[in-house]
């Protein structure tokens, strides 16, 4: 039943990561669109999916170890040991077939990933240059801990009264 299970779970971390893809080509729409109204939501929709993936992976580890025992393999065992030790050729085609998938749409995640990071640094240069355009005080902070932001509200109380 554990190898029956595993490839369960694997299917399962299968779809979270078809999941995750989505998400981040909606985050990089939303991006490439100039909405930054909606650029938090969609950074919250990627996190709950990647704390699902952490959840599944938990388990999919639990499975491994237990399979990896009833097989011989090491106790830390990867997938790809588990295919080298699976005791039939079904088993090394399922596992080979989950590991080539969950490859491949890893390779997709990390290129929608690296895109995403590509608009949002783009996104964060654009709106910086828009600010110094403006000639407007961003309240930063200088090197005595004194903030650069201009104290015109206090002096225009002063001037009121």
Not at 4 to 27: A, C, H, I, T, V
Not at 32 to 39: D, E, I, K, M, P
Not at 156 to 161: G, Q, R, V
Request: hydrophobic letters at 45%.
């Amino acid at each position: 039943m554990g190898a029956n299970e595993l490839s369960m779970r694997l299917w399962r971390e299968r779809e979270l990561l078809e999941s995750l893809l989505f998400k981040l080509e909606e985050q990089e729409l939303i991006l490439a669109a100039g909405r930054s109204r909606w650029v938090q939501r969609a950074a919250d929709e990627v996190e709950e999916v990647l704390g699902r993936m952490r959840h599944a992976g938990l388990g999919r580890a639990i499975e491994v170890t237990s399979i990896a025992e009833e097989w011989g393999a090491p106790a830390d065992a990867t997938l790809r040991d588990l295919i080298a030790h699976a005791p039939t050729d079904a088993w090394r085609e399922v596992f080979d077939e989950h590991l080539r998938a969950l490859t491949a749409l890893a390779a997709e995640v990390a290129e929608r990933r690296d895109a995403n990071t590509l608009h949002l640094r783009a996104a964060l240069r654009a709106t910086q240059e828009a600010i110094a355009g403006l000639g407007v005080q961003t309240g930063e902070y200088g090197a005595d801990g004194a903030s650069t932001k201009g104290d015109a509200g206090p002096r225009i109380l002063d001037t009121a009264l």
